[in-house]
């Protein structure tokens, strides 16, 4: 038994010693080592030596182990060395074969994300045509012909009585003229006016629009609701205030400022120097934009809102120019993965 | 509206610092966008929204000021008006719906020239020019009480009097601008006996208009119809002080005020030797509105409980009269300045800005859910799915202009003119076509980026397109286009420019996802594409988009050299056709023998035709037949080539043996030579 130990030693020291390669070390690895190797043989036969012999012969199997798992390290030290100076071992510092990752559209992204939150505040979306007419986008809308109030909404005409929406409320209107309260919907869309494009003006761009209608819906709920939107969206700490202003559509109506995101309310050149970025426009539904859709205007009350999108996604992102979201531009699509 | 917090304290007791002042007017309202300090004063730059044609004025605003915060107004003071002997001038007013009341008067021996130091400033101050003494000081009674005045030269008036008409169609007019307009019925005039003088409530005309010889001066102060006035200068494109405040409408009582103002004005500084009585036309003042106001109401709407009392002080401080109609029920009386109050809704919103909107609660509506339906549409659910599955697939979503030139659609791209939608009021040549396509603004973005030496494009758009319905009226449809460009991505080792294939994968992958089945490619030449690979999709026989490669020719218009591969699909006619959440059909049980066919058959026989033919030949025991090998070249004769098929048995109830698989390989393989003419391997 001993001898057998000893031959092995020998015979290993020297096939080790030859091992040209790594495979060629793992071959030897497993031919000693490995679950059925010669050491594993040995063991098995330590326990058929008489009692006397076996602790000795155990100590010695022991031992060889041993001397065999270090001289088949040091050899896998010495040829990994001379390996990494000859092509066997890969530069995994080389790139991988990375499929390609797309990317949705920062207005999307951020329509997606606006909308989400109201979904969760239990809203529905809702969607209507770009193609709209004077009745949904003006009249119904209480906003009269030869009005000053349409100056608020230049819009572009097609023919006839049509036009493209300028904003999103006549899905509003659209929506209430098939639908019965109570409900709460969200409304994205593209929207266009004739604006001369620059760095902060489009003739396209989008919005969300909100309508809660119900029995006892008020003011109060508008600012509770939109206050949630807020620090969901832009964060905790964002400040909200409510500033009177006027919309045909609603009454009373409000510009809703938040505290500036970049500079924290102190001033800088994004708010203006004044602490305040306006983002939203809402208010509560006007009773004659009730009447047009035939709601009993003493029994259900309702809010509305509206944002544009590029100029939250603008804040959010750290965007300064609009045009940047219609020349789809790669390398400016590709940093929104 | 520029305003001057000199002349704003010249009305109103402030006991504000500026700054606050101008915050807290924000916060009611009154927007102050800007503060700037300008000769010892300070200019604010106020934003008056458009109800409140009542704030265009100094007095306006410190009325306002006094709303807001109860400082005391203080009374208008006017000089004494002497010499009023001259007669009456001749007022005859033609269209009453268009001129509620007019006053002339007739001013003589003024000595027009440059004003005084201080109205020179406060005239400056409110970014207006200087003209001379007689324009200078109608202006002022303007910025002062929001009431537009015009002064002609008498002398220059023909006849005896002045008449407030429609124009006459084809009636032209010089303005003092040395603009010429051409008139119309719809709009109102001033005129004398031969012609008009004026553009009622816009702009004076050239030949009356006052110069420095003028002596004698009829002074007008009128109300005119907003509406009217608001047509009249969108058709000539003419805004003035005068028009911007009538089209928003004036105080009927303010008419007189200012037309004595301005005349003692006058008296005082261009020395007018005598001044006529006024002759005043038309009807003295509106009937005067009531509301009924709810107390309740006010609460119900805001959420919260502001106190009776509360609200009355609010509603007087506002000068507005108060009538207790019962405990909850208060008439209002509304003043003849605030036009925008015309419901209960209107005060309650006077109510909550004075009260203060930081003081309203914040709190959730009770209702628990949307409504009706589900919280998505199914519309928007398809569309988030391929939007979701093209970018898993690499694309990245782009987002067009709907608005294109002319140009680009009838030059470039050959649609017919008489096709396209197009915009009545177009800002520029980009915006005169509602696109009937996505793929013109694909050939931007992809242009854009290729000039900026991006060369590797893999692009979609979810967006409208526009066409004229059978009836003329235009309408819309949702749209996918998708485009590939430039290198396949898959191995940064291995680069090959994109082919057909790859979009033809991206749409098998989006079909597959969508579970849309039995679509073909059926080959078709369409305008804009290649003839060498042009082609509709059709699911079930029904046409759903179209697919192929760029022509040339239109490439070469846009400069483009590389060879771009679209695709663009109408959601509506997919719609129908995707199929909802599948049921799970369990594992084959039995394993399956694959066996393959090689053929050399006709270069022009197509694949679809050979699977069709392998499928009908081995029927339902060919689970999956595909194409793994083409070959065409010098080892297959010309016009030909070699294709090979792997095709998958398997049974659902037992497992086949190798003879029954051998009986259908022999017997497709007979098949195949016969019908394709083919040579089997």
Known sequence: ?337 | MRVSYNWLKEHVRIRLKPKDLADRLTMAGLEVKSVEKKNGDLIFEIEVTSNRSDCLSIYGVAREIQGIFGFKLKPLKFGLLKNARLNKPLIKIEDRAGCSRYIGRIIDGVEVGPSPRWLVDKIEAAGLRPVNNIVDITNFCLLELGQPLHAFDCDRLKGGEIIVRRARKGEEITTIDNVKCRLDENMLVIADDARPVAIAGVIGGKDTEVTSSTKRILLESAYFDPPRIRRALKELGISTESSYRFERGIDLKAVPLASERAATLICDLAKAKAISQPADVGIKEHKQARINLRISKVNKVLGMDIATSKCKAILRQLQLKIRQKGKDLLEIKIPSFRKDLKEEIDLIEEIARIYGYEKVPETLSEIPIWGKGSQRSNDKIIEDLIRTTLIELGLNEVITYSLGSKDSFINKLNFNEGELLTIKNPLSSETEILRPSLLPGFLNVIAHNLNRKIFDIRIFELGKSYFSKVNGSPSEKSILAIALCGMRVKNWQKKEPVDIFDLKGIIEALFEKLRISRYEFVAKPLPLLSLAASSVIKVRGEDIGIFGKFGRVILDRHDIKHSIFISELDLKAIAPHIKGETRFSGLPKYPSVVRDVSLIVDEKIPNSEIINLIRRACGDLAVDIKPYDLYRGEQVPKGSKSILYSIEYRASDRTLTDEEVNILDGKLREVLAKALNAKIR
């Open chain 1, 1 to 337: 038994m001993l001898n057998k130990i000893k031959s092995t030693e020998s015979e290993a020291g020297n096939e080790i010693s030859k091992a040209s390669d790594l495979d060629a070390l793992d071959n030897l690895r497993i031919k000693y080592l490995g679950r059925r190797g010669l050491i594993a043989e040995l063991f098995k036969q330590v326990a058929t030596t008489p009692d006397e012999d076996r602790p000795k012969v155990g100590f010695e199997v022991n031992s060889l182990k041993g001397k065999i798992e270090k001289l088949l390290n040091e050899k896998q030290s010495e040829l990994l060395e001379k390996s990494f100076l000859s092509e066997e071992v890969v530069d995994l510092t080389l790139p991988g074969f990375k499929p390609p990752i797309g990317t949705k559209h920062p207005i999307i992204k951020t329509i997606d994300k606006i909308c989400e939150i109201f979904l969760g505040l239990g809203f529905k979306i809702v969607e209507g045509p770009e193609v709209e007419t004077e009745f949904y986008n003006f009249e119904a809308l209480n906003i009269p012909l030869d009005h000053p109030s349409r100056d608020m909404f230049d819009t572009f005409y097609i023919k006839g009585e049509y036009l493209l929406r300028s904003h999103t409320s006549p899905v509003q209107i659209r929506f209430m003229e098939n639908e019965k309260p109570p409900f709460k919907i969200v409304v994205p869309g593209k929207v266009y006016r004739p604006d001369a494009v620059d760095a902060s003006h489009s003739f396209m761009f989008h919005q969300i629009e909100g309508l809660v209608v119900g029995d006892d819906v008020t003011f109060a709920d508008l600012k509770g609701t939109l206050k949630i939107f807020i620090k969901e969206y832009f964060g905790e700490k964002v400040k909200m205030r409510f500033r009177p202003h006027y919309f045909p559509f609603t009454e009373p109506s409000a510009e809703v400022d938040i505290s500036c995101i970049i500079c924290g309310g102190l001033g800088c050149s994004v708010c203006g120097r004044k602490g305040w970025l306006e983002i939203l426009g809402c208010g509560m539904v006007h009773p004659n934009v009730f009447r047009t859709v035939k709601y009993n205007s003493e029994k259900v009350t309702g809010y509305a809102f509206g944002m544009g999108v590029e100029r939250i996604a603008m804040l959010k992102y750290g965007i300064s120019d609009i045009r940047l979201f219609f020349e789809n531009d790669m390398r400016f699509l590709g940093q929104f993965k």
